[in-house]
């Protein structure tokens, strides 16, 4: 299986745990980033079974109303039963770095807004600690040095990601070399300094199971 196999099978999988929520009057959340467009691809099936989405980037709306998906605005709906997303990386207690395709702030905002977070990877992205994978930092545009210097002081060492402007008209600093012992402690301190808009740890609200393709087939995880 390569890993755009890898990444199909564990979106079909999703697909089935989501199945049975679907309603005409069910909106779901739907995430960002390679995986998740191969579970938009095979939510189109059922796109006349529910209601719509709320999206997470600009590029999953297209998608979602490409594949014939009515998407809406958070504001307009009620806490979303389920969202489904990729991730970066993943530890034990199913907290994850998130950002790598720049969307960590949407995201964060529609994790927070559901009820059951199920978060689609492949093996590659299982790690003990956070922290390999660098850390996504969304930063409003005049406070990107001032934001990379106190990341230097936590022991990080940013990269400005040149060209890439978020769909919140933001910037992000990848911030390569922590070692996160403490996921929740550093998502909180993160977003304490002034100009960070949003930072891609996920701990804060990890996802709830993360499913994991595997060569032999999708492993189902839960909280240790
Ligand atoms: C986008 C994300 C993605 O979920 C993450 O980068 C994983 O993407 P992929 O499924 O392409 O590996 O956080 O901001």
Redesign the pocket.
Known sequence: MNADDM?KSVALKALEQVKPLLAEDVVIGI??????NYFIDALGEYAMDFKGAVAS?QASADRLKACGIDVFELNETGSLPVYV????EFDPQLNLI???????TR?KIVAQACQRFICI?DAS?QVDVLGAFPL?VEVIPMARSLVARAMVKLGGDPVYREGVVTDNGNQILDVHGLNIQDPKQLEQQINNIPGVVCN?IFALRPADVVLMSTPDGVDERRPL
């Open positions: 990444k995430g960002t980033g390679s995986t998740a980037s997303d990729g991730a970066d998130k950002g790598g395709g720049a969307a960590l995201e990877v992205k996504p891609g």
